[in-house]
């Protein structure tokens, strides 16, 4: 079955400073992966994915994340933080085949950054 | 354009009583999904349309949660006698196409549901 994990609950930056959210995965097959940002009292709002191709794969706010297949892994990066980034950031995997394409999540991970 | 909206968006109703969410999708998206994300159990699939079929409903709970869809487009969750457990945000996806794996799923904003 299809998996991902989010290690961190909490990763605190300062404002300015490189941050990375971790997510790792185990799949049967090729994994296709997403990741989501929830603010405070919102919906889920589509970062990025990975489908194919480049491992570094760019994103909306200025997110990019590096897929490892070796690591199984598909951490989130920024170069630099800013506050407006704290939220709460979910990895999930497409469940496929047979799964029609629904997403498994990870746990999520709250980013805080720091003035 | 519009992104998917959900409604009411919040939601306080007594245990035993029956409750009705809806979601209207991105126009023309085929593809509809709906989660469920609850403090104990985090983010969960619930069930997944296909046009106006639902051909997984392996994410529901139990029996008192049931979907439909019409016209291909609005969609509407019901929880019969529910129960404090039920309590969570009750969240809608969208994607264009049936089949595509790299679809993108669009969300909306969610309905918070609180059972007193």
């Known amino acids: 079955a299809q998996s991902v994990a989010q290690p961190e609950d909490q990763v605190n930056v300062a404002e300015g400073n490189p941050l990375t959210v971790k997510c790792t995965y185990s799949?049967?097959?090729?994994?296709?992966l997403f990741w989501y940002v929830q603010y405070p009292n919102r919906g889920l709002q589509f970062l990025l994915k990975?489908?194919?191709?480049?491992?570094l794969v760019k994103g909306s706010y200025g997110f990019e994340a590096e897929f490892n297949k070796s690591q199984t892994s598909f951490h989130l990066k920024k170069p630099s933080a800013l506050v407006s980034d704290s939220a709460l950031y979910f990895c999930?995997?497409?469940?496929?085949?047979?799964?029609?394409?629904?997403?498994?999540f990870g746990a999520g991970t709250r980013l805080a950054v720091h003035p | 354009g519009a992104g998917v909206s959900q409604s009411p968006s919040n939601k306080v109703t007594e245990k035993g009583k029956d409750v009705e969410l809806r979601c209207d999708p991105i126009?023309?998206?085929?593809?509809l999904y709906w989660y469920r994300q609850s403090l104990g159990q985090g983010l969960e699939f619930l069930i997944y349309?296909?046009?106006?079929?639902?051909?997984?409903k392996s994410g529901l709970p139990s029996d008192r949660f049931s979907a439909e869809r019409t016209g291909g487009s609005v969609s509407t969750l019901t929880i019969q006698r529910t129960q404090q457990e039920d309590s969570a945000v009750y969240l809608c996806?969208?994607?264009?196409?049936?089949?595509?794996?790299?679809?993108?799923?669009?969300f909306g904003p969610g309905t918070r549901l609180l059972v007193l």
């Open positions: 799949v049967s097959g090729n994994p296709y």
């Open positions: 996806a969208s994607s264009p196409r049936v089949g595509r794996i790299q679809e993108t799923q669009y």
């Open positions: 349309f296909q046009g106006n079929s639902a051909p997984d």
């Open positions: 126009s023309g998206h085929t593809a």
């Open positions: 990975y489908i194919t191709g480049d491992n």
């Open positions: 999930a995997v497409r469940d496929y085949p047979g799964g029609y394409n629904k997403l498994i």
